[in-house]
């Protein structure tokens, strides 16, 4: 078995993560995974677990917190979710 990472549980179907930079991680669920690896948005502080929208090198969870968290970069932003193309 192994010990999660982030919770410390021996579980014995812990899974691991490689990162880019050659870390592995054990976790022993999603959200275990989530909270250590996953970047938080910086204006809601929520953790960011889809696309998300970066402004400039900075990270948000969605296009209304880069619209407010950006101060004047975020504006071109637009959320195009469930938006007809064309």
């Not at 889809?50 to 090198?57: D, F, K, R, S």
């Not at 990270?59 to 071109?76: D, K, P, S, T, W």
Request: aromatic share 8%; net charge negative; proline share 2%.
């Amino acid at each position: 078995m192994a010990i999660c990472n982030t919770c410390g549980n021996d579980y014995w179907m812990a899974f691991e993560i490689k990162t880019v930079t050659g870390e592995t991680h054990t976790f022993d669920c999603f959200e275990c995974a989530i909270t250590r690896l996953a970047p938080k948005c910086e204006k809601c502080s929520a953790r960011i677990i889809g696309h998300g929208v970066e402004v400039e090198g900075r990270f948000f969870c969605c296009a209304h917190c880069a619209r407010e968290g950006a101060h004047g970069l975020g504006e071109q932003i637009r959320d195009t979710v469930g938006a007809h193309p064309g």
